[in-house]
């Protein structure tokens, strides 16, 4: 029986514990450590699924007490579909709960735990942050590791074509003190707001491998961001112990629901494409499971450096399992990403890598207006920062003496330099604008550059546009009064009047003639800006 839901306090938020038991006898003491340890135990909210054999697992009954807080959904063990069918009968037990954390049922906590995550996502440059990572390790009954910072990384391909993960560990003391962005998530541990849910709810038809990979790219897809916590949180009981069975070593036809999952997560993500079909017990539910429309799969692909159709991580098989991996600075994550969409031609446009904002048609009523606009302000040598592979500006040039192309990714400037290989005034040159202070001109050109960048790294670029010396800043800017974080490679109207940015209106607006769109060039005297303090 499900108690009916008790109402939260406006002050006191609740949360909804989601835990997926397979015959476990650990869970009540998981349950009674969650409870115990929390800051505001009465805020909690528990949905087990319990997939038991009644008669024989007494000792996998849930803690019994708080009865009015715990939901519980029974199920014998011989009808489970495995832990992600076990994981989405979970969530039909919520209530209107306010905040959703998942966990195993062979865990422990460490002390205000549910006021460690709430500060924590609450910290998140994102509105629609999810917290994820793989628990610290624990040996029963009380062996606790050190406290660590635990960063996912892709480890490599299966022989179904699953990607498998792996980590590293840190000193806590040595973990960010922001919150880092990430493209993997641990299903062990995942913490956001319950939208989340709503908007991507868990996949029933996967059966194990596959689960976090899948997940990870739907969050993305569907516009949700994935950060690593930077506090130690849980602990997880990773020692293989016989008294608690797995799924496949009571079903016979585990390896079945594993080859329809794998079948699955590849149609998803690209791999191999199957016709879908009401018959295919692989491909049930896809729409309703698959990726969202927020943000390109493609786009994933770039910013985590993993090529889905070919296998590869980085453009390599995959690190071995022992490998530690060199932290990339900023700048070079920043090009491992434009890197990978002018590569994959990631914006998905025929004419131009630049993508369908740089076609000559999109931009059509852009070029008189800003040519006019060079000649007014007496602009001989314009900067282009972040110039891709100059589809459009090519009417330009003839009005100026000098033009400067600058973009993060090699393969861009080494197109550009084919391309105008016959123009002495054409000059082009790898840089990222975030960290390279431009030459010295009569203007900086910077559009469709900026959005598709975190407000920290806009700001950082802006902050060089302004050590440059130049005379003027011709940017993309949206009339939207607001701007939000996205990550490296993402996209959003970005509005330099409004905070963080808050530069003055514009000395010049140049709209787009875009219909329903608000984008525009702005011009800014740029020796004439206070300086944007970092």
């Known amino acids: 029986m499900i108690p009916s839901p008790l109402t939260a306090s406006a002050d006191r ?95 422990r906590f460490v002390p205000g735990w549910d006021s460690v995550l709430l500060a924590m996502l609450a910290a998140a440059p994102s509105p629609r942050a999810v917290l994820s990572t793989y628990p610290l ?35 806590i003391e040595d973990a960010p003190k922001a919150l880092e962005p990430t493209c993997h998530l641990g299903a062990g541990l995942l913490f956001a707001a319950a939208a989340m849910v709503r908007d991507v709810p868990y996949d029933p038809y996967l059966y194990f491998q596959g689960e976090e990979i899948s997940l990870a790219v739907r969050l993305w897809s569907h516009g949700w961001d994935l950060f690593t916590p930077n506090q130690a949180v849980a602990y997880h009981d990773y020692t293989p112990r016989p008294s608690r069975p797995r799924h496949w070593e009571d079903q016979k036809d585990w390896a079945v629901l594993r080859q329809r999952a794998a079948k699955r997560v590849r149609h998803m993500l690209g791999m191999e494409q199957y016709p879908a079909s009401a018959e295919d017990p692989a491909l049930r539910d896809i729409d309703r499971y698959g990726l969202g429309r927020v943000r390109s799969l493609a786009s994933y692909e770039a910013a985590s450096g993993i090529d889905f159709r070919v296998r590869l991580i980085d453009g390599k098989p995959g690190l071995l399992p022992d490998r530690e991996p060199e932290q990339p ?38 070029r008189p207006r800003l040519r006019d606009a060079l000649r ?48 002495t005034a054409v000059f082009t040159r790898q840089a990222d604008i975030v960290s390279t202070v431009l030459p010295r001109c009569d203007a900086i050109l910077c559009r469709d550059v900026l959005t598709h960048l975190p407000v920290e790294a806009a700001l950082a670029a802006l902050r060089a546009f302004q050590r440059s010396g130049s005379r003027y800043l011709i940017a993309t800017h949206h009339t939207t009064e607001r701007n939000q974080w996205v990550t490296t490679g993402g996209w959003y109207p970005t509005d330099l009047c409004a905070a963080p940015f808050s530069l003055p209106e514009p000395t010049l607006l140049l709209p787009e003639g875009l219909t329903g769109s608000s984008k525009a060039l702005g011009v800014w005297p740029l020796q004439e800006l206070a300086p944007l303090k970092p």
């Not at 990631?346 to 131009?352: D, I, N, Q, V």
């Open 13 to 107: 938020p609740t949360i909804f514990v989601a835990i997926a038991s397979y015959r476990d006898p650990d869970l009540a003491a998981t349950m009674s450590d969650l409870f115990t340890k929390a800051d505001a135990p009465d805020r909690l909210r528990v949905g087990v699924c319990l997939q038991w054999v009644p008669e024989d697992d007494t000792d996998c009954a849930p803690w019994p007490d708080r009865p009015a807080q715990v939901r519980v959904l029974e199920v014998h063990a011989r009808d489970s579909q495995g832990a992600c069918w076990a994981r989405s009968r979970t969530q039909e037990l919520m209530a209107g709960e306010d905040y959703y954390f998942q966990i195993d049922s062979h865990m």
């Open 137 to 171: 390790s624990f040996e029963p009954p009380s062996t606790f590791s050190p406290p660590r910072y635990v960063r996912i990384h892709p480890k490599g391909f299966d022989t179904d074509g699953i990607l498998l993960q792996r980590s590293t560990g840190a000193a």
């Open 329 to 366: 600075t900023e700048s070079q994550k920043r090009q491992k990403v434009f890197s990978a969409i002018w590569a994959g031609n990631g914006w998905r446009c025929e004419e131009t890598r630049s993508g369908s904002g740089s076609t000559m048609a999109a931009t059509a009523t852009l």
């Open 376 to 423: 007014f302000l007496n602009v001989q040598v314009l900067a282009d920062a972040g110039c891709g592979d100059g589809n459009w500006i090519a009417d330009l040039l003839p009005d100026l003496r000098l033009y400067l192309g600058f973009d993060i990714a090699p393969e861009a400037v080494s197109h550009l330099m084919q391309r105008f290989a016959d123009q």
